[in-house]
């Protein structure tokens, strides 16, 4: 029996996965983190086009949107779109992205790459808002660092996306739900939470810094 997303002091083959095959195989999440998953997808599945969740710092929530990303793509046509406000996150989501879903084929916008070729994505806001006559056909969409998502920046993109394609949707990820101007910022966005666990809660479940 695999243990639940047992976190190791060695190195990331440590972590443990279901399955065999190296192509199929899943990560096993912490229960808090599949808790979040599965209320982002079946908050799709209603029909909702966008939804919030909140988890506290070193709580793994690349690792979520990253398992997210992977169940509702994983075997489809469908592709993905990862937005990031710097290019350390950039960096850091496309390495948790290959390390939750093996063999993804990804891309990157930002300063000196303009690739959409990818099953996913990866691409920083600054970038991206200098390029919104070349995005091609997007399915779902991940913010990262979500309190940041009300920035005319961001909602440049958001409302191109909308414009192309009526049916894409939307998860925001953020340890910050509530932004200078309160919660209705991102409310207006994603409405009100689908999630939320606090660093008490994340501790009782176990679950260290990815």
Same mark, same amino acid.
């Not at 994983?74 to 390390?99: M, N, Y």
């Given at each position: 029996?695999?243990?639940?997303?047992?976190?190791?002091?060695?190195?990331?083959?440590?972590?443990?996965?279901?399955?065999?095959?190296?192509?199929?195989?899943?990560? !096993?999440?912490?229960?808090?983190?599949?808790?979040?998953?599965?209320?982002?997808?079946?908050?799709?599945?209603?029909?909702?086009?966008?939804?919030? !969740?909140?988890l506290p710092t070193g709580s793994g929530k690349t690792i979520v949107f990253s398992d997210i990303l992977q169940s509702?793509?994983?075997?489809?046509?469908?592709?993905?779109?990862?937005?990031?406000?710097?290019?350390?996150?950039?960096?850091?989501?496309?390495?948790?992205?290959?390390?939750?879903?093996?063999?993804?084929?990804?891309?990157?916008?930002?300063? &000196?790459?303009?690739?959409?070729?990818?099953?996913? &994505?990866?691409?920083?806001?600054?970038?991206?808002?200098?390029?919104?006559?070349?995005?091609?056909? !997007?399915?779902?969409?991940? &913010?990262?660092?979500?309190?940041?998502?009300?920035?005319?920046?961001?909602?440049?993109?958001?409302?191109?996306?909308?414009?192309?394609?009526?049916?894409?949707?939307?998860?925001?990820?953020?340890?910050?739900?509530?932004?200078?101007?309160?919660?209705?910022?991102?409310?207006? !966005?994603?409405?009100?939470?689908?999630?939320?666990?606090?660093?008490?809660?994340?501790?009782?479940?176990?679950?260290?810094?990815?």
């Amino acid at each position: 029996m695999n243990p639940v997303g047992q976190r190791h002091l060695d190195p990331p083959a440590a972590h443990k996965y279901a399955g065999t095959a190296e192509s199929r195989r899943r990560m !096993i999440l912490y229960p808090f983190q599949r808790e979040a998953k599965e209320a982002v997808l079946h908050h799709w599945e209603k029909g909702n086009q966008a939804a919030l !969740i909140s988890l506290p710092t070193g709580s793994g929530k690349t690792i979520v949107f990253s398992d997210i990303l992977q169940s509702s793509l994983d075997g489809t046509k469908a592709k993905g779109l990862v937005l990031v406000h710097r290019d350390e996150l950039l960096r850091q989501a496309i390495e948790k992205l290959s390390f939750v879903w093996p063999g993804v084929k990804l891309s990157t916008v930002d300063a &000196t790459s303009s690739n959409f070729a990818g099953q996913v &994505t990866v691409a920083s806001v600054m970038s991206m808002v200098r390029r919104l006559d070349k995005i091609p056909r !997007i399915h779902k969409v991940v &913010t990262d660092e979500a309190h940041h998502a009300p920035a005319s920046s961001w909602l440049k993109i958001y409302k191109r996306l909308g414009d192309l394609f009526p049916d894409w949707q939307h998860v925001g990820v953020t340890a910050t739900p509530v932004r200078n101007k309160g919660a209705s910022d991102l409310e207006a !966005i994603f409405g009100k939470p689908v999630y939320v666990k606090s660093i008490c809660g994340r501790l009782s479940q176990g679950g260290l810094d990815y």
